[in-house]
């Protein structure tokens, strides 16, 4: 781990947007909080303040939503063909697509993470997302259906299913992927006809509201798409809640999923989905090729600091290698450079906030306190800024909480295995169930282990391999179906199923 100097300024037209005064997207319009209230937006690399963004809350919710319903009900938007809003949609790509650069640097003031990184993963993938998504817009069939109706024998009907947007839909996404997450959501909702109220994290706003200007220059009609900045409690909390609601679709912590679901039960019973926390295995056979097993498990911990619900928080290796492994994946560490995100050379950026850099350094001192070992890292890197330094604990106890629970940070366990066949159960040993992997040479192993690991996701000697095609989510308590793929936009839909008499 290699602390880097400071980091070159964003571009200018970056910072002009940066500083404007932030407001929420309600309607087609931009508009001041009702209360008139903001809050502070922080550069976690500086701890300085970066942007003053309008604080939402129930009442803009409310408003928001209402701009949705008629948006959903009325106006241009449910009268577009699905060719109409399938090209809306990849306009929107193509103009992400041309602001790449302005994007990354607004992601990784924000966010912390390296600007090449977003400008090389999140930007591009979000950018890929919108345009899979546009594809399906003409491509949303039913089908017809022979039925054999036993009460009315002498009868001719026609059946068949049509497929119809859900409706109302409230999205409500985390800090680690600000503009990713949008788009995950967005997409399938824009696709299948959806209108939407869009609840960002309070710690990354920025990226979703410049994503608002293009969606307006682009032409999407007013209230298709509304954003309202403002802290979970009160803006989120609101929108889950709220009985003009036809779905939420939340990405975030378990602990909040589950106030989701309470929150949908208690108001409307509107539909729900969740992608939620993990503690993916990682598992190192003793025939893998390390020289991608290590590399490759360096990648699934230390990948956007380790702040990725599908990071591979849990590394079994074969007693056999097990040193090898983790002086190479230590080694790994020690290269990375821990700095401003702005910086080319930046490998690792700071933790997306105080709070997030406490809870990390509190996983690891409690695990170091019960007896765990630190090979590389263990504390805050010592400098200004939210930093943690690349980690990786031995000596760990099953019980522990930095084998049990989701640590969100650069941190990963490297525990040692003796009986390959016995791994699979310690791995699926989880309340979690979103990502694994398995590394080995021998390739029907490999799709045997894939099949018996109890995950959303799995990934034979590759680790963090994301597409708009793949659909991604968690088995367990990482949550309630699935997110971009086909299998997203069935959760956008209804099924109708109409019956004629002939
Ligand atoms: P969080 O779950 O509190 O926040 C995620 C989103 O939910 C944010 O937009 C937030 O404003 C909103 N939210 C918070 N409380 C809410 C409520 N009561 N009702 C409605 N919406 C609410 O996550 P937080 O506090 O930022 O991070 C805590 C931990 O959660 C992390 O350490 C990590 O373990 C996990 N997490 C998992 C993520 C994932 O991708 N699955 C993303 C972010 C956090
Ligand atoms: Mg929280």
């Known amino acids: 781990m290699i602390l880097t100097a400071e980091a070159p300024a964003a571009r200018k037209e970056t910072m002009a947007f940066i500083d404007q005064q932030h407001q929420l997207l309600i309607d087609g319009q931009w508009q001041p909080a009702a209360s008139g209230k ?11 303040t970066l942007a003053q963004v309008a604080e939402g809350d129930r009442a803009d919710i409310d408003l928001a ?9 009325s106006g241009p938007w449910p009268q577009m063909t699905p060719s109409q809003r399938g090209q809306l949609i990849w306009k929107l790509a193509d103009m ?13 003031l924000d966010n912390g993470k390296p600007k090449v990184v977003a400008a090389a993963a999140d930007i591009p993938l979000a950018v890929d997302l919108f345009r899979y998504m546009a594809g399906w817009t003409t491509k949303l069939e039913g089908n017809t259906l022979p039925i054999s109706v036993p009460y009315l024998p002498d009868a001719e009907f026609h059946s068949f299913t049509l497929r119809e947007p859900v409706g109302v839909v409230g999205q409500i996404i985390p800090w680690n992927f600000p503009l990713l997450m949008a788009a995950w959501k967005l997409g399938p909702a824009l696709a299948t006809g959806c209108t939407v109220v869009l609840k960002v994290a309070e710690e990354t706003p920025l990226s979703a509201l410049r994503l608002g200007h293009l969606i307006q220059e682009a032409g999407f009609p007013p209230g298709v798409v509304n954003i309202v900045t403002g802290f979970g409690e009160t803006a989120g909390a609101a929108l889950a809640a709220h009985p003009d609601v036809d779905k939420v679709a939340f990405t975030g912590s378990t602990e909040v999923g589950k106030l989701i679901v309470k929150a949908a039960g208690e108001s409307n019973l ?32 230390f990948f956007n600091h380790g702040q990725c619900c599908c990071a591979g928080s849990r590394l079994f290796v074969h007693q056999s290698q097990f040193d090898e492994v983790v002086e190479g994946v230590a080694e790994q560490a020690r290269q990375i450079n821990l700095g401003p995100g702005m910086d080319p050379q930046c490998g690792m950026g700071p933790m ?14 409690a695990g170091l306190n019960a007896g765990a070992q630190a090979v590389v890292g263990g504390k805050r890197a010592d400098r200004d800024g939210y930093f943690v330094e690349p980690t990786i604990l031995v000596n760990t106890q099953p019980e522990m909480s ?13 525990v040692p295995f003796d009986d390959p066949e016995q791994i699979v159960a310690e791995a699926n040993d989880s309340i979690y169930g979103l990502a694994a992997a398995v590394w080995t040479r021998d390739i029907s192993r490999g799709h045997k282990i894939a099949k018996r690991l109890r995950a959303g996701n799995v990934w034979v000697n590759c680790y963090n391999i994301f597409d708009a095609a793949l659909p991604f989510g968690g088995y367990k308590q990482s949550g309630w179906g699935r997110e971009m793929g086909h299998a997203a936009l069935d959760l956008y839909t209804e099924t109708k199923a109409v019956t004629v008499q002939l």
């Open 402 to 414: 930095v084998i049990q629970e989701e640590i969100f940070g650069p941190v990963v366990a490297a």
């Open 96 to 108: 992400l697509e041309q602001n790449v650069e302005e994007f990354a640097e607004i992601e990784s």
């Open 270 to 301: 509107k539909k729900v989905t969740l992608e939620l926390g993990g503690k993916s295995p990682n598992i190192v056979l003793p025939d893998a090729d390390l020289s991608a097993a290590i590399p490759g498990a360096a990648n699934a911990i």
């Open 352 to 365: 997306v906030s105080q709070i997030q850099q406490e809870r990390v350094c509190g996983y690891m001192d």
């Open 65 to 73: 939503v209402k701009a949705a319903r008629r948006a959903f009900e």
């Open 38 to 48: 903001t809050f502070e937006v922080k550069n976690p690399a500086n701890e300085q």
